[in-house]
């Protein structure tokens, strides 16, 4: 590793994170977002699941900078998403922003995104960003990155019992076999995302390893929804000590318009709330094809803060 600490404000130093670093980096991850005044959405247990990730070397793919105590105050990543994109984000805490960190981040992320593809014809590097963070924004629109896609966080506080309701008329809800029926899954969300080019699934192999190597997995939370024993709906979900999440829903093209998102995602609330989970949440495309948006609004799904993705090609310098 380059030592460049000294491009960082005096009394700042950087190292890669260790395992025992995860709720300190947690902490900063969520004290960015309060600063906007957004109810958190991401902390330990986001940042956990992206360190599972097999893909992600913690050692080279991620920085904490830490204060003059060794308290970790800012914290950025970057991950080779797919084989011609790097996708990345950050965060420092609000009580050490506007002192050059968040551009020193921003500056190691770049050149090891650029690393990560440097044998790539056409490479394109991605930065997350809090839609409420004008600042950052127009660091990253100095540096050449366009906003491409807007995306909610929403959210359900559940109160048990749930009444999941009843299902769409000939449509089946079951759990899914992990053993028999995650082909099956993959088959409907490739279908169904199809025409969605910025959000996909991975190709079988390397989505199964994602999607099962995390620490929150838990394939009991995954629903299929059928059609005379056909499935045409999934609904992939985790849990973790921050609540529930809704990892993916789908719907194929051919079943959508009679409530079967709706009825999944009931289904799912349900379960949650029979195990104690009090709020989930999903990741949305705030422009997603399929009308999802509508669809959680009209479950009992509120937006409680967005976050923007940005993009520039790695070709040339900036």
């Keep these: 590793m380059i030592d460049d600490s000294t491009d960082l404000p005096v009394g700042y130093g950087f190292r890669a994170p260790m395992p025992d670093d995860l709720d300190a980096v947690g902490d900063v991850v969520a004290a960015d977002q309060r600063e906007g005044a957004e109810e958190p959405v991401l902390d330990t247990e986001f940042v956990r699941q992206v360190w599972s990730r097999p893909d992600f070397d913690l050692a080279a793919d991620a920085w904490v900078v830490t204060d003059g105590t060794g308290a970790i105050v800012a914290y950025g990543q970057v991950r080779r998403e797919e084989p011609d994109i790097v996708g990345s984000w950050g965060a420092v805490h609000p009580a050490h922003r506007d002192r050059g960190i968040g551009t020193w981040l921003l500056d190691r992320i770049e050149a090891r995104a650029s690393l990560l593809l440097a044998d790539v014809p056409a490479p394109r590097f991605r930065h997350s960003v809090n839609a409420a963070d004008p600042a950052v924004a127009a660091m990253l629109a100095r540096r050449g990155l366009r906003p491409i896609r807007h995306f909610w966080h929403m959210q359900i506080d559940l109160t048990p019992p749930f009444d999941p309701g009843a299902s ?150 900036r």
């Design 168 to 317: 769409s008329e000939g449509i089946e809800i079951v759990g899914i076999d992990a053993g028999v029926d995650l082909r099956a899954v993959h088959a409907v969300l490739e279908d169904a995302f199809a025409d969605d080019p910025g959000d996909h699934p991975a190709p079988f192999d390397r989505w199964i390893e994602e999607e099962t190597g995390g620490p929150n997995h838990d394939p009991t939370l995954w629903l299929l929804a059928r059609d005379g024993g056909v499935a045409i709906g999934v609904l992939a979900a985790s849990a973790g000590d921050d609540g529930g999440w809704v990892d993916w829903l789908a719907v194929l093209a051919s079943h959508r318009g009679r409530g079967i998102g709706a009825s999944l995602l009931r289904r799912s609330f349900a379960s949650f709330a029979a195990r104690g989970v009090r709020r989930v949440m999903v990741s949305v495309d705030a422009e997603n094809l399929t009308g999802a948006t509508a669809v959680y609004e009209r479950v009992g799904m509120r937006v409680v803060n967005g976050w923007d993705l940005w993009e520039r090609s790695l070709v040339g310098s």
